[in-house]
């Protein structure tokens, strides 16, 4: 069985349901989905998958906890992991509910389609899982074109363990993807594991954790990979991303240059951004009204209703180390 899922939490309501409303509007009522929890605060979205009969939330916690504990041991063998994350946060592990989505290869489809819950979905998927019958990975993006946030490109380990050709083609975003349950035999894992720990963890570009691991698995198992935006040709693919200026909205749908988009991925804007704008904060971003579109799918009557102009979206400045300090007191004060 194909279906689609994601990563959730209460956190990123809004954009699940507009994720899940799209999925909906594209592949029909009947498309199952299964949304992987990013951490325990999954009340909100519980009673909103409750209303969905083809959406479940993934409650097979030995594979969770399995996967928590692998992904854990490759950041142990990190050399300098912990130092960067104190940098930015206390605790011990960086966003390692991030990991969750590796659920899938446990989890109910035969072959899935990974979305992550800030992107909605413009096209048909067939396409999509037609490569899987030639490929084991999917994809269509372009983050071949930057490997910084896939490796450590300082690492003078990286090109002992991939080509520079392999390096300028087969990265990946970890955004939409598409492969096959079971990719990962527990043989495999342990193989993996113990690769990265003998040294390679370094070449793990830390601050974005389940891309680069992903990124390895899938490297250095030598799997298939078919990335879309290489094979198309030029008058035949299309952008994916909200940095991208140009795309026409034609009927909730997006196009770039005349052909349609199959995903949007809303990548780089703070979940806080669409929490804000549905509590009737009225901000601006690009897209911003495709997004409410499928947000408010089946509820129009709860839209926002802006009499205004937008004020533009000003993205907030990280907090210093000492107020992430005092809110941890805070926090810890009260009991939280």
Known sequence: MNGICTLA???????????????EAIMGPDFPVCV?????HTSRIQAEIAQRPNVQLYQNQESIDRWDHYVKQIWDAHPTAQQQWQKHSLDRYHRIGTHRRFCAFDGPFDQFLYMDADTLLMG???PIFEQLDHHDWVVYDFQYRDIHHVYDAASRQLQKVFSAERLKSEIF????YAAKKNTFSSEKLDWLLKNLQSGEAEIL??????????????????LSIYNFALQLSADQK????????HFVEQDHTLYDRGKRLTYIHYIGLSSSLFRNLCAGENVDFPYRDLFLHYRYLNEPENRPNFSTPPAPYCPPSPPSLVSRILEKIKLAAQGV
């Open 9 to 23: 939490n209460d956190y990123v309501y809004e954009q699940l349901v507009a994720l899940l409303n799209s999925i």
């Open 36 to 40: 992987y929890p990013y951490d325990d």
């Open 124 to 126: 048909d998927t067939t």
């Open 173 to 176: 975003c970890s955004g939409l």
């Open 205 to 222: 570009y830390c601050m974005a954790p389940d891309q680069t691991i992903l990124n390895y698995m899938v490297m250095r198992s030598q």
């Open 238 to 245: 299309t952008g994916c991303c909200v940095t991208s200026p």
